[in-house]
């Protein structure tokens, strides 16, 4: 059978100037005699199903593949899917859906039969057995709802199973893969920083033996020999409060992972490096899409159109058929039964099923503003975050490329003059006390640029708040725990309220 529009066919080979057509014309009239076959249709046909078929998995395959800012990490990714697997928020989700899918099979079922026992008496004294309009009997009744309405209530109930699926599992996912992430980049700046006072202990070290070379030769004073050694101790002092820090960011993992506080865990020597952010459109489609309020919102919107049509369906009424026998004393008077079918009248429609309906399409109506709102709050939220990481690159790239050098040659200008006694010792200590200060600073917007691409990719409706860069003091005291502090985790809470 030929489709309705075939395609047209090509025109015919010109003739020449005498009329004749050119020796392409058996050709042609052979593809004519093509096209005409049903078979010929049948291979567009095949050929047009599977080329849409590409087309449709090429979509999907696009639409799979959003952007995502947090950089692949073997060892992170493995914690993040154990954490996955013991976290007590997963297990209450899944508990959640669990119920809401034991509710479907009873949405769809028949509701119970009922019965009932019925004496009827003719006369006033009994006379079961002696008058025929005497008898007991038990019926039978079952209530058959208008065909529709169980399917109906079936998928509306299904249909809050994956609301329930799409907003709460998903975002205590993304919450407890935040977590880890943001704990796992505290951990590896934590002992970035710890080898960074190494280095500056070997710094110290250094200068501790030029000052004691020049005081030997009579060119320095004995304080800056000691001012040096206590240099030293005092880099002894950060080394131990580095030292609880990283027990604490430790524990901090192993709490999240259920394991012993005390587990050891192996953590790469650098942070992520700056990397190009891409287009601030394709990470707020991405957003929207990775969104779990957002999914869980269109699917309450489809819940609600479910429940819509229920309420429609509403308006028609109800059955119950019923049958029963009847026992009359004595079998000489012979069977007596009785069967019937009973309707529900939608009398009080105006009243009940008019406010049902007018319900469940207000309830669509606002679930259809939540989801706008969703995501204008969430594209709002991701470039404020956006911002904020294209900021930290920005310093992180400023510190590397240009003050972290110029720190080094300082130091090195400040120690060679010291050596040829044109400065004093004070100056190497704040050329030494800059240099190591801002390679520290550089570290925590390493880390603060990782969790704000981490914060991204969670696509939380809350606003993210991030702690200041970690610096390196110049000595013990009230500034040594200063030194210690990490950039926290952000602080942004995702819930998710399901009706």
Not at 1 to 20: D, I, V
Not at 282 to 292: E, G, H, N
Not at 421 to 433: E, M, R
Request: glycine share 6%.
């Amino acid at each position: 059978m030929r489709p309705p529009h075939p395609p047209s066919a090509p025109s015919p080979p010109a003739k020449n100037r005498g009329g004749r057509r050119t020796l392409d014309e058996k050709a042609w009239q052979e593809v004519q005699a093509d096209r005409e076959s049903p078979k010929h249709y049948k291979t567009l046909a095949l050929f047009g199903g599977g080329f849409a078929a590409i087309c449709l998995l090429f979509a999907s395959v696009v639409v799979a593949q959003t952007v995502r800012l947090t950089p692949a990490d073997p060892v992170a990714d493995r914690l993040v899917a154990e954490a996955l697997r013991s976290a007590p928020e997963v297990a209450e989700a899944r508990a959640a859906i669990e119920a809401a899918k034991r509710r479907i099979e009873p949405a769809r079922t028949l509701p119970d039969p009922s019965a009932s026992f019925v004496y009827q008496n003719d006369g006033r004294s009994l006379s079961l057995g002696k008058a025929e309009g005497t008898f007991i009997g038990l019926m039978l009744s079952q209530p058959l709802p208008w065909p529709g309405k169980l399917t109906l209530a079936g998928k509306a109930i299904a249909s809050e199973a994956r609301e329930i699926e799409a907003g709460t599992l998903n975002r205590a996912g993304l919450t407890i893969e935040a977590r880890i992430r943001n704990a796992w980049y505290d951990l590896v700046l934590a002992r970035a920083l710890d080898r960074l006072i190494e280095e500056r202990r070997t710094t110290a070290q250094q200068i501790e033996s030029t000052a004691r070379d020049r005081y030997v030769a009579g060119l320095a004073v004995q304080q800056d020999v000691l001012r040096a050694q206590i240099e030293l101790a005092r880099i002894d002092e950060l080394k131990a409060t580095q030292r609880a820090v990283i027990a604490g960011r430790l524990a901090e993992i192993n709490g999240l992972l259920g394991r012993t506080q005390d587990a050891a865990l192996d953590a790469p020597d650098e942070l992520p490096p700056v990397v190009p952010i891409p287009a601030a459109a394709d990470v707020v489609s991405s957003a929207l899409a990775r969104s779990p309020e957002a999914a869980a919102a269109r699917q309450g919107i489809e819940t609600g159109r479910l429940r819509v049509a229920l309420a429609k369906k509403n308006f028609l009424p109800d059955f119950v058929v019923s049958g029963g026998s009847m026992y009359r004393g004595n079998f000489a008077m012979g069977p007596m039964w009785q069967v019937g079918v009973g309707v529900s009248l939608p009398v009080w429609a105006n009243k009940r099923q008019q406010n049902q309906l007018a319900e469940m399409q207000a309830r669509v109506a606002g679930q259809t503003s939540e989801t706008d709102v969703i995501q204008r709050d969430l594209e709002q939220r991701t470039r404020e975050r956006l911002a904020q990481l294209e900021a930290a690159n920005e310093v992180a790239m400023l510190y590397r490329d240009k003050i972290a050098p110029l720190d080094q040659l300082s130091y090195e200008s400040a120690l060679s003059s010291y050596q040829n006694g044109k400065v004093p010792f004070i100056t190497v200590f704040d050329a030494v006390n800059a240099l190591y200060s801002d390679r520290a600073s550089y570290l925590g917007r390493l880390a603060e640029a990782a969790k704000w691409r981490v914060a991204i990719d969670e696509a939380s409706l809350q606003t993210t708040s991030m702690g200041s860069a970690p610096s390196m003091p110049s000595g013990g005291g009230a500034s040594a725990s200063a030194m210690s502090s990490q950039s926290p985790a952000p602080a942004s809470s995702s819930k998710t309220s399901m009706r």
